[in-house]
């Protein structure tokens, strides 16, 4: 009795914490692959997991934060599925490394062209933003899945600070710090080339140095072998002669 008491608790327990720990799996969410910082580019994925068990995710619709707008958006090919991206005019342009923008990206579209996400899967959407705010801790993505049978749910609910996680939470993209030297890597690609340069350099020399060792040795064989060949000629005279 005991030990069937045990195991029902166990099951029980088991399943509170599959039935707790999966709306954090079911959510339509943005990470980045790598780091998102302030004034640069990234690139992020939106995972989209399917919900149900008798139809397939179709569309996702993502619409791009207006508080901060994003001029570009350069979605990845996704096999099975199109993209479009929507741009829309600015009521006021901004500028982005010295350059004034007059349009921003709205809205970015994928659209099944197969079987979509199927029950039991989930779908990764990678695409390359930017420029990044250089004023914003985290950039807010509401989403729309729809699904094979004309289900959409809406992930558009923002998360309000010392509130519970709402029931469908919308995306939300967290961006760090820029890093000391800000986005652009071609210094440290110079710095890694002038460290290859040096360290050839160095493995060089000895080969150098061990070659005109070998030189030096060569001619003073040389000169040895013809000394010896020398005194062999002066003792064969001197024998002849005292015969």
Known sequence: MKVSRLAAVGALAASAVVVLSSPAFAHVSVQPEGTAA?????VVDFRVPNERDKA????????????????SAMPEPVAGWTSKVTKTKLDKPIELHGQKISEAVSKVTWTAT??????????????????LPEDADELVFKAV??????????????????????????????????????HHGS???????DETENA?????????????????????????????????VLAGRRRTTDA
Request: a negative charge; glycine letters at 12%; aromatic letters at 6%.
């Open 56 to 71: 397939s995710t179709t569309k996702l619709e993502v619409s791009f934060p207006t508080d901060h707008p994003l001029a």
């Open 200 to 232: 050839s350099a160095e493995t060089a020399a000895p080969a150098d140095s061990s070659d005109t060792t070998a030189r030096v040795l060569g001619v003073v064989g040389i000169a040895v072998g013809a000394l010896g060949v020398g005194y062999g």
């Open 114 to 131: 197969g079987k979509g996400v199927e029950p039991g899967y989930f779908q990764k959407f990678p695409i390359s933003v930017g420029a």
């Open 145 to 182: 899945q729809t699904y094979s049978n004309d289900e959409v749910v809406r992930w558009i609910e923002v998360q309000e600070d010392g509130q519970e996680e709402p029931e469908n939470p919308a995306p939300v993209l967290t961006l760090s710090e820029p890093s000391e030297g800000g």
């Open 187 to 193: 210094s440290a690609a110079e710095e890694a080339s």
């Open 38 to 42: 302030k004034g640069g580019y990234a």
